[in-house]
């Protein structure tokens, strides 16, 4: 005898594709998102095939191109950045605020078919021949120069941007006007705040690169001279339009990692968080420093050098907010009851590498490192540090963390555990070779190197073998546990929040009756006992 | 197997926990039960609240659209300040400004549409506000094909066809890729905002507004005049500035 849950209230295709329920809609991201991951993870397997060799033997130039090319599409605008939001932001926070849904269910279902639709255009665009541009559209590379299929490729990544702002226009909606009676700003989980302040950079930033994409495609098409120097256009502009959306896309991918960092170190210390309001304060400051820091990406490309000295200034800004958040979940664990389940290893994962991350991000702020390591692999590892460090051990740790009340199935902890270690070896040894190798000089988006720089390559294609192992096992045991995996209690990991208390998986409207809220959803402790309230 | 029992191991210092459940919010107002109320709003001033503040919200968007051209117009009139005027002066002042006053005559019918519902008038009366505004917004869109015929005729649009006479083709042709892709855009919305305002004067007929919803009435509206705004910025910066152009040489 089943209990009625969102799961199994109402079945077949069309109860799914026609849901207005921010849970499946959740679920319908989830398993889409997981396939631009396999897809985008192939495109890479390619690279790295290719550069265990410093000849150019596998690939021809031109398609390696289109290989780095279509990974970072992919990767970038359809997975890493719906990524938490959609999927774990859209289940939990009306959850978490103890509302019935988001505050609009349509749009957040017309969100996932923009995506769809988005993700259709760029994978005809890879399916006949693909792009070389790189991911970043660079003019004249996607306007003069290529014969690829740009149009087709921009227009997925313009599509699915509308996606992305309907995305954060109904969490902001939805945090300021749907909050359960008592749920006050500050009493929030921090993880809504994390997603508020994402939301942001999407309605703030996501409109910039849209108008940009389309500004290409009308270069392109209707050969109007924006872009173009010999019809009077400056390619620079281009830069800028892009990297003012491009860099703050870099928080909204890491903005929602924190937030379930913040949430998982909690649970498994269970204590409660050190200095609430800093975290919450530094996810606002996150996002609107990220919009002033665009140049530190024209370092090189003609920027003047005063306009370079203050991007550089304030690049290094974003680390103050940042290191908040680091000493913060670093004192939040001190003499904790720490216990090291899944989540908590990718949460320990992340601080780590997300550290290695931002310090390397000061040396590429500074404006004379940088004329050094511009385009070569040390950015690369830097990126990659964060986005795949970063944003993906968080996203894999929250997903492992909420799986119990998404599917209200256990999964197979040994196997996690295992899965968590070889995504931190693979990753650490797939990466960290890569600053070495681009210190030493290994351009970026070269499928040839001088021979001495083979020995750190084949440590990076290395590891991303057993990256990938430690990708596909939670898709094996993950899946295993949603069919017969342990049926889970309400609140498995005796964690504390308003979607701990409904049960898993929660019923279609959520709440019995709407809760009412009288002090902080995360208390571990009295107000006032330890950390703050 | 994620521990079942996890605070058996880890008693912690737990006490008060923080939901009272089984309460039910008694915050619904006057307007509970009303036919339009959405199940997961307690109350028609919630529901009211959320869609305006969403459009808000998605004006806020728009802005950010409009505004990375507005940043090319800004980039590239500060390398090109002579071009850019000996090209504005090409544009036909008398049509741009009879435009903005049709656009600001609409924005008055556009809220005296709103106004209408709001005070429960007539259908009858609402309707008559939003068919005139949607008459200007349609005169509106007929002024601008008329401009647009007069461009492709003189050999205006950026292109291969593009002709200058002038003294600075390069940036008269980046002005005009400028004017098309601003002005196009901005017509683009107009036309998004005539279907909004098809569709809700059927509702309006039916009498589905008054006091009690006029939401959709209240969220166009805003649409409306923020459309209208960006126009109040696209005809100066786009026929005004080369006014005097030539009266200096």
């Not at chain 1, 996501?206 to 019809?231: C, K, W, Y």
């Not at chain 1, 420093?289 to 003609?302: D, E, K």
């Not at chain 2, 737990?14 to 709003?41: D, R, W, Y």
């Not at chain 2, 600001?104 to 068919?131: G, H, N, Y």
Request: net charge neutral.
């Amino acid at each position: 005898m089943e209990t009625v849950s969102y799961l199994n209230d109402g079945h077949g295709i069309k109860s799914w594709l026609l849901t207005k329920d921010h849970k499946r809609i959740a679920l319908l991201y989830l398993v889409s998102i997981t396939a631009f991951f396999a897809i985008g993870g192939l495109f890479a397997m390619f690279v790295r095939l290719e550069l265990l060799t410093p000849a150019g033997d596998l690939l021809s130039s031109e398609t390696y191109n289109k290989m780095f090319t279509m990974h970072g599409v992919v990767m970038v605008f359809f997975f890493l950045i719906p990524s938490i939001p959609a999927v774990l932001g859209n289940f939990l926070i009306p959850i978490m605020i103890g509302a019935k849904d988001l505050a609009f269910p349509r749009i957040n279902l017309l969100s996932w078919y923009i995506y769809i639709l988005g993700g259709a255009f760029t994978m005809t665009s890879a399916l006949s021949g693909g792009v070389d541009t790189g991911w970043t559209f660079y003019t004249p590379y996607s306007t003069a120069a290529a014969n690829s299929h740009v149009i087709t490729a921009a227009l997925g990544v313009f599509i699915t941007g509308f996606s992305s702002i309907l995305t954060g226009l109904n969490f902001i909606v939805t945090i300021h006007r749907m909050r359960a009676p008592g749920l006050t700003w500050f009493r929030l989980p921090l993880f809504v705040w994390a997603h508020y302040a994402t939301s942001l950079i999407m309605i703030l930033g996501t409109p910039v690169v849209a108008i940009t994409v389309l500004l290409v495609a009308a270069e392109r098409v209707l050969h109007m001279g924006i872009f173009d120097p010999s019809l009077g256009g400056d390619p620079v502009l281009f830069q800028h339009l892009f990297w003012f959306y491009s860099h703050p896309a870099v928080y909204i991918m890491i903005l929602p990692a924190m937030g379930v960092v913040s949430e998982i170190v909690q649970a498994f210390s269970r204590k409660n968080i050190f200095g609430y309001s800093f975290i919450a304060f530094s996810s606002l400051a996150i996002a609107v420093i990220g919009f002033l820091v665009w140049g530190h990406h024209l370092f090189v490309a003609g920027q003047s050098v005063y306009a370079g000295l203050i991007f550089s200034f304030i690049s290094f800004l974003v680390a103050i907010p940042s290191a908040i958040k680091t000493f913060n979940w670093t004192a939040t664990i001190y003499k904790g009851s720490i216990s090291y389940e899944s989540p908590m290893l990718y949460a320990l994962g992340f601080i780590g590498l997300f550290t290695i991350g931002g310090l390397t991000g000061l040396f590429l702020s500074a404006m004379g490192l940088d004329i050094h390591v511009h385009d070569t692999y040390f950015v690369v590892a830097h990126f990659h540090y964060i986005m795949v460090g970063g944003a993906i051990m968080g996203y894999l740790g929250g997903l492992h963390y909420w799986w119990p009340k998404i599917t209200g199935r256990l999964y197979a902890e040994g196997w996690a555990k295992v899965a968590a270690v070889m995504v931190f070896v693979g990753f650490n040894l797939t990466f960290f070779p890569q600053f070495v190798a681009g210190y030493l000089g290994m351009p970026r988006r070269y499928h040839e190197y001088p021979p001495e720089l083979q020995v750190w390559n084949v440590m990076s294609s290395a590891g991303a073998s057993i990256l990938a192992a430690g990708y596909v096992l939670p898709l094996v045991y993950l899946t295993y546990s949603m069919f017969a995996g342990e049926k889970s209690a309400a609140d498995p990991w005796g964690a504390r929040g308003l979607e701990w208390e409904v049960p898993s998986p929660p019923p279609t409207s959520n709440f019995a009756a709407t809760p009412i809220i009288t002090e902080g959803t995360h208390q571990y402790a009295p107000s006032g006992e330890v950390g703050v309230a | 197997m994620p521990s079942q029992s996890h605070s058996e191991h880890f008693p912690g210092p737990i006490h008060n926990p923080p939901v009272i459940k089984g309460e039910v919010h008694k915050g619904h107002g006057p307007h509970a039960h009303h036919p339009k109320l959405q199940h997961h709003f307690d109350d028609m001033d919630q529901q009211l609240e959320a869609s305006t503040l969403g459009m808000w919200v998605f004006l806020v968007t728009e802005i950010m659209f409009f505004g990375g051209l507005f940043m090319a117009y800004l980039m590239y009139r500060w390398a090109n300040p002579t071009a850019f005027q000996e090209a504005s002066a090409h544009l036909d002042k008398f049509w741009g400004a009879v435009n903005t006053i049709v656009l600001i005559v609409s924005s008055l019918t556009m809220a005296m549409a709103v106004r209408s519902a709001q005070t429960s008038a007539k259908p009858k009366t609402q309707v008559m506000w939003l068919v005139a505004t949607m008459f200007f917004g349609t005169v509106f869109l007929g002024v601008k094909v008329v401009e647009y015929t007069d461009k492709f005729t003189h050999n205006l649009v950026p292109g291969p066809n593009f002709v200058w006479t002038g003294q600075y083709p390069a940036g008269a042709e980046i002005f005009y890729s400028l004017y098309f892709c601003m002005t196009g855009l901005h017509a683009l919305h107009m036309i998004i905002g005539l279907g909004m305002m098809t569709v809700i004067t059927v509702m309006a007929r039916r009498g589905t507004f008054d006091g009690s919803y006029y939401t959709p009435v209240e969220v166009s509206g805003l649409y409306w005049h923020f459309v209208d705004i960006v126009w109040i910025f696209l005809f100066p910066l786009l026929y005004l500035i080369g006014a005097h152009y030539g009266a200096g040489h």
